[in-house]
């Protein structure tokens, strides 16, 4: 089980700090990704660690803002994300794939087996 939190209300040009919380299952061997749903909009790929925390990966619009880091101790994954922008608001999803050591994540949705319930992030003034 992936559980999401520190989604909410934040202004233009803020800051959020989500974590992903894994329970069940140790982190150690598993890729997570971060997908986020804007209304209206497809589901969207930002950003993904692998399993040894060697290989990232960000998605155009949020490279130099967002920061993906790991928490192997503490069984968890985080997404830093600065200088928010209103077109960041979306649900944000984190999931979950298990991969051999030093592989690169991929940010394909079909690979990832567990995902969470979400957290919503709303950017407005």
């Not at 559980?3 to 890729?31: I, K, M, N, W």
Request: net charge positive; charged share 15%.
């Amino acid at each position: 089980q992936l559980v999401e939190s520190g989604g909410g209300l934040v202004q233009p040009g803020g800051s959020l700090r989500l974590s992903c919380a894994a329970s069940g299952f140790t982190v150690d061997y598993y890729a997570i990704g971060w997908f986020r749903q804007a209304p209206g909009k497809e589901r969207e790929g930002v950003s993904c660690i692998s399993s040894s925390g060697g290989s990232t990966y960000y998605t155009n619009s949020v490279k130099g803002r967002f920061t993906v880091s790991r928490d192997n101790i503490k069984n968890r994954v985080h997404l830093q994300m600065n200088s928010l922008k209103p077109e960041d608001t979306a649900v944000y999803y984190c999931a979950a794939y298990r991969q051999p050591l030093f592989a690169a994540c991929v940010m394909a949705p079909g690979r990832y087996g567990y995902w969470g319930q979400g957290t919503l992030v709303t950017v407005s003034s």
